[in-house]
């Protein structure tokens, strides 16, 4: 069955500090990419995707997330988190049909 | 605009009560989904609609789960003979295209905390 793996449940961060969260998923045919975030009291909203092209996608505040198609791997990156980007953030892949996979979710906590 | 809305916000249900969750997508959004969060996981998928349709349903975990959505707007989310393992946040989402979550974004709602005790 496809899953989704995310590497790590907590994360703390202090100001200023780089952030790459790890997500993998198990499946060897095309993919649609997601990662989703939910920040405090907020609804889940989307961050960033990737569908085709350029495997290096640009999301909004700064975040950006690499495909490794040989990885199997979409990880999240951001150069100098801030103490707004505390939030929970999801990784979500789609195979091609109806239904959207999650993983389970990194909490992210940046210090002021 | 108006984003997606659900109500209950929370729901606390005796186990063996039925229980109805509604979902109001956005206006013209013809893919609905519902999702089923437990504690400390990510959204699991429950089922799909394209408007009226309910294209898929593999994700209900059992015949006590049952999902509509008539005129292909608004979706209830019924639960018939509430047990604990119900109990997690229950979240719709719905999305501008008919091609469910392969081209486009999903948007959320706030979600309904259901409770069963």
């Known amino acids: 069955a496809q899953s989704v793996s995310q590497h790590n449940h907590h994360v703390i961060l202090s100001e200023a500090a780089s952030l790459e969260l790890g997500c993998n998923y198990s499946?060897?045919?095309?993919?649609?990419l997601f990662w989703y975030v939910q920040y405090p009291g907020q609804h889940l909203q989307l961050l960033l995707k990737?569908?085709?092209?350029?495997?290096l996608v640009k999301g909004i505040k700064g975040f950006e997330a690499e495909f490794i198609k040989s990885k199997f791997s979409f990880n999240l990156r951001k150069p100098s988190v801030q103490w707004s980007d505390t939030a929970e953030y999801f990784c979500?892949?789609?195979?091609?049909?109806?239904?959207?996979?999650f993983g389970a979710g990194t909490r992210l906590f940046v210090k002021a | 605009g108006a984003g997606v809305s659900q109500s209950p916000r929370y729901k606390v249900a005796k186990r063996g009560q039925d229980v109805a969750l509604r979902c109001d997508p956005i206006?013209?959004?013809?893919?609905l989904f519902w999702y089923q969060q437990a504690l400390g996981q990510g959204p699991e998928f429950l089922t799909y609609?394209?408007?009226?349709?309910?294209?898929?349903k593999s994700g209900l975990p059992s015949d006590r789960f049952f999902a509509e959505r008539p005129e292909g707007s608004v979706s209830t989310l019924k639960i018939q003979r509430t047990q604990q393992e119900d109990s997690a946040v229950y979240l719709c989402?719905?999305?501008?295209?008919?091609?469910?979550?392969?081209?486009?974004?999903?948007?959320f709602g706030p979600g309904t905390r259901l409770t069963v005790t």
């Open positions: 989402a719905s999305s501008p295209t008919a091609s469910g979550g392969w081209t486009y974004e999903q948007y």
């Open positions: 499946y060897g045919g095309t993919v649609n």
């Open positions: 990737y569908f085709s092209g350029d495997p």
């Open positions: 979500a892949v789609n195979t091609g049909g109806f239904k959207t996979i």
């Open positions: 206006s013209g959004h013809v893919s």
């Open positions: 609609f394209q408007n009226e349709a309910q294209l898929d």
